[in-house]
């Protein structure tokens, strides 16, 4: 029996076949079927082993005792700065002329600030139909729950869905330089030229967002009241309790961890290169094998001889 090879990790394919990341001595690693590992390598031994595993989750968190995620951490309602850059220049809100023009919201590129990546202010014309103050006036923070996941140690979810590109939170910590030696390379995150947000002691819940090769959620930087900040919002509709993942992206694979994702176009390891991109808009997620099986059953008898209508999505 041949047991030089190892799973790195998993993922369910584009057309919903599980797949695992099978390394084998120096070669580079490959995506293969459960099939394919059969016919080269003609012992399951090693991938039972890792099924099993994962089945059971890879994380070190016992499921007998309660854990306060925030433990040793200081929750915080809004950012703490060790740093200000007093050079860097930081737009200011403008009395958009939105209201003027008609427009629905603020919320366009029609708006002055808008495209200028600014939030108004509490001044804004616009008074209610605004919209583009939300991390001024919008908490969703009483919603989020930090959970215990199976391949992670935490992640963090919603009790209500979003809509796409509404906002879901503020990524807080401490500002710091990008040159300060303390900056934590796994809980910070960029903000400005100069600064980066570090949530590795002062935080809130989005200090758990695992990644993911298919996120449904992106980060973008705002200007408020002459300051940059960071909010977290929705790539694509996102329903309730269904957990909040970002692309840490490139830099991430200076120090290359495997990814427990599942996304079809999973890279393998966080930051890696992906085989191919997909459109966050057009994906959901996936449920787990057993509840695919019986949906396409009971489809299939539906549709009777028409089964071939059937286009598979993830749900």
């Known amino acids: 029996m041949n047991r ?11 057309n ?6 099978l390394k084998h001595g120096k070669f580079v690693a490959r995506w293969l079927t459960k099939d394919e590992i059969v016919r080269e390598y003609q012992d399951l031994t090693i991938l039972n082993e890792f099924r099993e595993k994962f089945q059971y989750g890879f994380s ?6 309660e854990i306060d995620p925030f433990e040793n951490l200081i929750q915080v309602q809004s950012n703490r700065y060790k740093f200000f850059d007093v050079n860097e220049y930081i737009p200011g809100a403008v009395y958009c002329d939105c209201k003027d ?7 366009t590129y029609g708006c002055e600030n808008w495209k200028r990546g600014v939030e108004c202010t509490a001044a804004c ?14 908490s969703n923070e009483a919603y989020l729950e930090v959970f215990k996941t199976k391949q992670y140690n935490w992640g963090v979810k919603s009790r209500i869905g979003f809509f796409r590109n509404h906002f879901i939170a503020e990524y807080k910590g401490m ?17 400005g030229k100069t600064t980066v947000v570090d949530a590795s002691s002062f935080c809130n819940a989005m200090r758990f967002l695992n990644h993911s090769c298919l996120p449904n959620s992106y980060s973008s930087l705002r200007a408020v009241d002459g300051q940059w900040r960071l909010g977290i ?10 957990e909040i993942t970002i692309d840490y992206g490139k830099n991430y694979a200076q120090n290359p961890e495997i990814c427990y994702c599942q996304a079809p176009n999973c890279a393998g390891i966080i930051g890696g290169k992906k085989e191919f991109e997909i459109e966050p808009k057009k994906w959901r ?12 059953f009971f489809l299939r008898k539906a549709l009777g001889n028409n089964s071939y209508l059937i286009r598979w999505s993830y749900h």
């Open 101 to 107: 023009f008609q427009l629905m919201s603020c919320r």
């Open 233 to 242: 919002y929705a790539l694509r509709d996102i329903c309730s309790h269904e």
């Open 125 to 138: 014309p616009m008074e209610y139909d605004c919209m583009n103050r939300p991390l001024q006036s919008t």
């Open 285 to 296: 997620e996936p449920f787990d094998e057993m509840t695919r099986f019986f949906e396409r």
């Open 16 to 21: 919903s076949q599980r797949q695992f990341l």
């Open 175 to 191: 500002i710091k330089s990008n040159n300060d030696e303390t900056v934590s390379s796994v809980y910070s995150m960029d903000l």
């Open 60 to 65: 070190i968190i016992s499921e007998e005792n």
């Open 4 to 14: 030089e090879y190892r799973i790195l990790t998993t993922r369910i394919s584009i």
